[in-house]
């Protein structure tokens, strides 16, 4: 591992949502703050700041990473996508953000990005999830707002329109 000098800013190149991009960081400096601070995304949202609400969930290398809890220097080299990449197009909702949005799965807003990133991630891998493994999955998240019921369905709606979506192609 490469010993880094604590007072000194050192570069960090990754891929951010399809686009290769790069800035400075101290070695301290969390991925949370970095994207927010250095890279203007600002859809990763800081809560608890120790694991624990799920609010700055982001996918790295292919892993749910709290970014919170990731340093920015140990994403260098890697592949991140954040909530800003879940659009297919600026000014444009993904299914599950379209979901979300007929379900009123949201209310504050400030749990949204970091449940939308699981979410993602899951059905990505898992297409027809139960309630019960949405409800699974959902535990590593905090929300105050809406009580849940509204994101799982949300969260069942979109497996279910992709399902159905891939099946009417395959014809």
Same mark, same amino acid.
């Given at each position: ?15 951010? @949502?399809?686009?290769?991009? =790069? ?50 220097? #140990? ?8 909530? =800003? ?6 000014? &444009?909702?993904?299914?599950? #953000?379209?979901?979300? &949005?007929? @379900?009123? /799965? ?26 019960? =493994? ?19 369905? /949300?969260?069942?709606?979109?497996? #279910? ?5 891939? =099946?009417?192609?395959?014809?």
């Amino acid at each position: 591992m490469t010993r880094l000098k604590a007072g000194a800013r050192h570069p960090v190149r990754f891929t951010l @949502n399809g686009k290769a991009v =790069e800035a400075e960081a101290e070695p301290r400096m969390l991925l949370s703050d970095f994207l927010r601070h250095r890279l203007g995304a600002t859809g990763t949202h800081v809560g608890c700041e120790h694991g624990v609400c799920g609010a700055c969930t982001v996918v790295v290398d292919g892993m749910l990473t709290r970014a919170c809890l990731t340093l920015a220097v #140990q994403v260098d080299g890697c592949d991140l996508r954040t909530v =800003e990449g879940l659009a297919p197009s600026p000014g &444009r909702l993904g299914a599950l #953000q379209r979901a979300f &949005r007929r @379900n009123h /799965a949201l209310q504050c807003g400030f749990c949204t990005a970091g449940i939308l990133m699981s979410l993602d991630h899951y059905l990505s891998r898992h297409p027809t999830p139960t309630e019960e =493994e949405i409800r699974d999955l959902l535990s590593g998240h905090l929300c105050r707002c809406t009580g849940y019921t509204p994101i799982i369905r /949300a969260a069942l709606e979109a497996a #279910q329109l992709a399902t159905s979506t891939e =099946e009417t192609s395959d014809a």
